[in-house]
């Protein structure tokens, strides 16, 4: 059975920092993009990040650019989510996914493009 685990959320404080990570069980996601997403409360989920298999490529949603960094480590087949300068408005659950490219610098950013999904983790930030 296919899993992606996140961990790294918590409360924080506005201007605070967290890293999200990602660790796919199952399977090995090194060959495929990965991305993130997030879901406030009452919103729909939306696009944060995305990396391509190598790295080597990344993007980011207007909102979080300058702030967020995404990166992976191929080796530990895991994928994380540095988080800076945090605002309350990054409040939400952040959602790890495994896209369907593979081998490719595409980075897709529309959520028809993931095929495994997380759990989910909890990002709270306080004004």
């Known amino acids: 059975q296919v899993q992606l685990v996140e961990s790294g959320g918590g409360l924080v404080q506005t201007g605070g920092s967290l890293r999200l990570s990602c660790a796919p069980s199952g399977r090995t996601f090194s060959n495929y993009a990965m991305g993130w997403f997030r879901q406030a409360p009452g919103k729909e989920r939306e696009f944060v990040a995305a990396?391509?298999?190598?790295?080597?490529?990344?993007y980011y949603t207007d909102s979080v650019k300058g702030r967020f960094t995404i990166s992976r480590d191929n080796a530990k087949n895991t994928v994380f989510l540095q988080m800076n300068s945090l605002k309350p408005d990054d409040t939400a659950v952040y959602y790890c996914?495994?896209?369907?490219?593979?081998?490719?610098?595409?980075?897709?950013?529309?959520?028809?493009?993931?095929?495994?999904w997380g759990q989910g983790t909890q990002v709270t930030v306080s004004s």
């Open positions: 990396i391509s298999w190598s790295g080597g490529n990344t």
């Open positions: 996914a495994a896209s369907n490219v593979v081998y490719s610098d595409y980075v897709p950013s529309g959520a028809i493009a993931y095929d495994y």
